[in-house]
Nanobody, 119 residues
Framework: QVQLVESGGGLVQPGGSLRLSCRVS????????FNWYRQAPGKERELVAT???????NYANSVKGRFTISADIAKNMVYLQMNSLTVEDTAVYYC?????????????WGKGTLVTVSS
């Protein structure tokens, strides 16, 4: 069974930093994209950052220049480094991957980790 387990969330003051981690239980080489989503209270889930298997990255405009997505293939880990956090970054953050197997795509989600930015 595929598992994605996030960690690293918590309470941080505005202007602070956090690094989220996501442990992936499947072969990283089978994954097409690594993604971080977030869902703030009362809002829809939104895509925050994407790392494509070739190495290119994409970010939501709201986090560009502040967040960095990366992956450690050897450790089966995906990270989201978040700097200069604001209260608007408060949300549950979810790790997501899409796996390409024999021409079919499979999407997997973690259960999320809560990030609260507050003074």
């Amino acid at each position: 069974q595929v598992q994605l387990v996030e960690s690293g969330g918590g309470l941080v003051q505005p202007g602070g930093s956090l690094r989220l981690s996501c442990r992936v239980s499947i072969s990283m080489y089978s994954i097409n994209t690594f993604n971080w989503y977030r869902q703030a209270p009362g809002k829809e889930r939104e895509l925050v950052a994407t790392l494509i298997s070739g190495g290119s990255t994409n970010y939501a405009n709201s986090v560009k220049g502040r967040f960095t997505i990366s992956a450690d293939i050897a450790k089966n880990m995906v990270y989201l480094q978040m700097n200069s956090l604001t209260v608007e970054d408060t949300a549950v953050y979810y790790c997501n991957v899409d796996q390409l197997v024999a021409g079919s795509r499979y999407y997997y989600w973690g259960k999320g980790t809560l990030v609260t930015v507050s003074s």
